[in-house]
């Protein structure tokens, strides 16, 4: 099956600095991306979906000057965290689908610790 | 707006008894439904979908789920667990629009006691 890989799988990191969190797709060509949340013992909540070459999406009451997504190639994603806090501390997961609304496969996830 | 519900937050069988997790779903058309599970530090994983074909829907490791429009239900069941089933299972149901993104349920943690 597809494969989505993300780095680094956990951070951590000290208030105010900014973190970037890699998402690929290693084995296929991902026309777009999708950034989760989970707060611990809490469902996945969708942040902001990304189509590769244009601005990504964001979904309400998330910061997009906070959490910035880049999605330059058809097989990478970023995320970064600027000017962290430890509220943003959290588990954020990634996932990759091909062209389409087709079935989304999840990266393992990077736990970030704001101190 | 489409969403599922997740009946049961914890769930607690023994060690080769059947498993039920409960899920509803509320969609304003026919919806495409998911379970996922999430094992401890490691990536979700697809166990099945239901896209409006056949209602019962077999997954992998011997899970299944039909889709009961009257009930609006979407139930995951397994007749015999295994130690390793144990994990946290989510119920997902697909958006609206274009994009396709997922909408999650609160998750269900499934405990297999020995």
Same mark, same amino acid.
């Given at each position: 099956?597809?494969?989505?890989?993300?780095? +680094?799988?956990? #951070?951590?990191? !000290?208030?105010? =600095?900014?973190?970037?969190? $890699?998402?690929?797709? &290693?084995?296929?060509? *991902?026309?777009?991306?999708?950034?989760?949340?989970? @707060?611990?013992?809490?469902?996945?909540?969708?942040?902001?979906?990304?189509?590769?070459?244009?601005? *990504?999406?964001?979904?309400?009451?998330? /910061?997009?000057?906070?959490?910035?997504?880049?999605? *330059?190639?058809?097989? &990478?994603?970023? &995320?970064?965290?600027?000017?962290?806090? +430890? $509220?943003?501390?959290? @588990?954020?997961?990634?996932?990759?689908?091909? #062209?389409? +609304?087709?079935?989304?496969?999840?990266?393992?996830? =990077?736990?970030?610790?704001?101190? | 707006?489409?969403?599922?519900?997740?009946?049961?937050?914890?769930?607690?069988?023994?060690?080769?008894?059947? #498993?039920?997790?409960?899920?509803? %779903?509320?969609?304003?058309?026919?919806?495409?439904?998911?379970?996922?599970?999430?094992?401890?530090? !490691?990536?979700?994983?697809?166990?099945?979908? %239901?896209?409006?074909?056949?209602?019962?829907?077999?997954?992998?490791?011997?899970? /299944?789920?039909? @889709? !009961?429009?009257?009930? =609006?239900? @979407?139930?995951?069941?397994?007749?015999?667990?295994?130690?390793?089933?144990? *994990?946290? %299972?989510?119920?997902? #149901?697909?958006?609206?629009?274009?994009?396709?993104?997922?909408?999650?349920?609160?998750? =269900? !943690?499934?405990?297999?006691?020995?």
């Amino acid at each position: 099956g597809a494969v989505v890989s993300q780095h +680094p799988s956990r #951070v951590i990191c !000290k208030s105010g =600095t900014s973190v970037k969190i $890699e998402c690929r797709s &290693l084995d296929f060509q *991902a026309t777009t991306m999708f950034w989760y949340r989970q @707060f611990p013992k809490q469902s996945l909540m969708l942040m902001a979906t990304s189509n590769e070459g244009s601005k *990504a999406t964001y979904e309400q009451g998330v /910061e997009k000057d906070k959490f910035l997504i880049n999605h *330059a190639s058809l097989t &990478l994603s970023t &995320l970064t965290v600027t000017s962290a806090h +430890p $509220e943003d501390s959290s @588990f954020y997961i990634c996932s990759a689908s091909g #062209v389409g +609304p087709y079935e989304q496969y999840f990266g393992p996830g =990077t736990r970030l610790t704001v101190t | 707006a489409q969403s599922v519900t997740q009946l049961d937050s914890h769930v607690s069988v023994s060690e080769g008894t059947p #498993v039920l997790l409960r899920c509803n %779903y509320s969609s304003s058309y026919s919806p495409s439904l998911f379970w996922y599970v999430q094992h401890p530090n !490691k990536g979700l994983q697809l166990l099945l979908k %239901y896209t409006s074909a056949a209602t019962l829907v077999k997954g992998i490791n011997g899970f /299944e789920a039909e @889709f !009961k429009k009257s009930e =609006t239900s @979407f139930h995951l069941t397994k007749p015999s667990a295994h130690m390793s089933d144990a *994990a946290e %299972y989510f119920c997902v #149901v697909r958006g609206g629009g274009s994009q396709g993104n997922l909408i999650f349920g609160k998750g =269900t !943690k499934l405990s297999v006691k020995p």
